[in-house]
């Protein structure tokens, strides 16, 4: 195998590995599990470096590749044809698919459903907004996890999420979901909720 094949393969691998804490929830999402979502928060605070690593990589696949081909021209009649996977469209093809991967985390959003709180109110005094800290939400692909998760109940009137700040503001009907439910709920998408305080 040439230097660029397994540099375009450890691109490849690096850029996967600079958004699978993103990648997993949409994965858990298609397959229907959440338990193993968190499991990747660990790369996160490495994204910065995978992604320099990437970049690196991928540039230095791209001088072999053009600095090969150069040494090869020639008045030489040749006859044999160039594997597709030693070719410039090969290393086009991975260079995208890389680039693709490290911008998951800005266009994650798209593959979960919208599950909007569609709640009835009976009464204004049923309303509750409490705030639960969250732990182990690394992207914008957690927030749209964990809010997706949490619309799916009853009486849901809206949800805030912040992977920044690290927390869930959730105002809802009492009398048709509470707490106890709505942690659960965040607990299946495989975070865990550190801290619960009512708001009003």
Not at 48 to 73: D, N, R
Not at 86 to 102: H, N, P, Y
Not at 117 to 123: F, I, N, P, R, W
Request: aromatic share 10%.
């Amino acid at each position: 195998m040439k230097s660029e094949e397994k540099l375009a393969g450890l691109g490849l691998l690096t850029a996967i590995s600079a958004s699978l804490c993103c990648i997993t929830p949409v994965l858990a999402l298609l397959a229907g599990t959440s338990g193993l979502v968190s499991t990747f928060s660990w790369l996160d605070p490495l994204r910065p470096y995978l992604i320099g690593f990437t970049v690196l990589v991928l540039g230095f696949a791209w001088y072999q590749k053009l600095k090969s081909q150069k040494q090869i021209e020639c008045e030489c009649d040749t006859t044999e044809k160039t594997p597709f996977i030693q070719t410039k469209r090969f290393l086009g093809i991975v260079t995208v698919f890389a680039a693709l991967m490290l911008a998951f985390p800005t266009y994650s959003y798209i593959f979960f459903p919208n599950h909007e709180g569609k709640t009835a109110v009976a009464s204004q005094k049923d309303i509750k907004t409490t705030e639960f800290t969250i732990e182990g939400m690394t992207c914008s692909g957690c927030e749209e996890h964990v809010t997706n998760e949490v619309n799916k109940l009853t009486g849901i009137i809206k949800t805030i999420v912040s992977y920044e700040n690290g927390n869930a503001i959730i105002e809802f009907d009492q009398t048709q979901t509470n707490i106890e439910e709505i942690e659960k709920a965040i607990a299946n998408t495989g975070y865990t909720v550190t801290d619960k305080k009512e708001i009003r």
